[in-house]
């Protein structure tokens, strides 16, 4: 079990639906990470929160936003969905903001219908 | 644009044997290369790491190499064992301004045959 939450598990909605996947992160741990995994393919970097702050973005659609609380879970929004969209969508945490070392959750599966 | 490629889909090796898994990137601003082990319903798990002013990081049965004027790198397993197969990842971080950049290849499933 790494500590971190995400729920929920898996989720199936329709096309122009939007949907929210959350994540907890490990205790202790500041930084937030999402990643999207489409079928036969890596894990694409979406975007990095740092206590609340965005850090670091990498190919996020516009349709997509994300958001870290005070609590520290953090909240990805993805909408006006579209079958493309559905994947393996994992948070990851760690300690700091340039640490390299990511302790993954079990991930979301989402499918748009 | 994939800037860490992994072209390997998959690997069988005997138990016992060396298993070596490699990993291709593009981008000389890297500044950190980890593998990740996935099984199954579960997500990516951290196996090892190396910065880019090493060569060689090793833990265990787990060594990383690094060659960065071939911008090459490999992990080796040995002796392999049953319990090693998953799907392999190759991920690299570059600095961006205020956080980190993660790129991951692709993966390659291992399966160590008893």
């Known amino acids: 079990d790494s500590g971190v939450t995400q729920t929920p598990k898996h989720l199936i909605t329709a096309t122009g639906q939007r949907v929210t996947l959350r994540c907890s992160p490990r205790?202790?741990?500041?930084?937030v990470y999402w990643y999207q995994q489409s079928l036969d393919q890596g894990l694409q970097f979406l975007i990095q929160y740092y206590n609340g702050e965005e850090r670091a973005k990498g190919n996020i659609l516009e349709r997509f936003s994300a958001q870290q609380f005070p609590d520290l879970h953090s909240e990805l929004n993805l909408s006006s969905l579209e079958l493309g969209d559905s994947a393996l969508y994992f948070c990851?945490?760690?300690?700091?903001?340039?640490?390299?070392?990511?302790?993954f959750g079990a991930g979301t599966r989402l499918s748009v219908l | 644009d994939q800037q860490v490629k992994q072209n390997s889909p998959s690997l069988s090796v005997q138990e016992g044997r060396i298993s070596i898994l490699n990993c291709d990137y593009t981008?000389?601003?890297?500044?950190?290369f980890l593998w990740y082990k996935k099984y199954p319903a579960e997500g990516p798990t951290f196996l090892i790491s190396?910065?880019?002013?090493?060569d060689k990081n090793e833990d265990g049965r787990f060594t990383v190499f690094l060659n960065k004027s071939a911008k090459h790198l490999s992990l080796h397993i040995v002796p392999s064992q049953p319990g090693d197969s998953a799907v392999y990842f190759c991920?690299?971080?570059?600095?961006?301004?205020?956080?980190?950049?993660?790129?991951f290849g692709t993966g390659t499933s291992l399966t160590v045959i008893p």
């Open positions: 205790s202790g741990d500041l930084s």
């Open positions: 991920a690299a971080s570059a600095v961006e301004n205020t956080g980190n950049q993660f790129y």
């Open positions: 190396i910065s880019s002013i090493k």
């Open positions: 990851a945490s760690s300690p700091g903001t340039f640490v390299n070392i990511q302790y």
């Open positions: 981008n000389s601003m890297f500044d950190y």
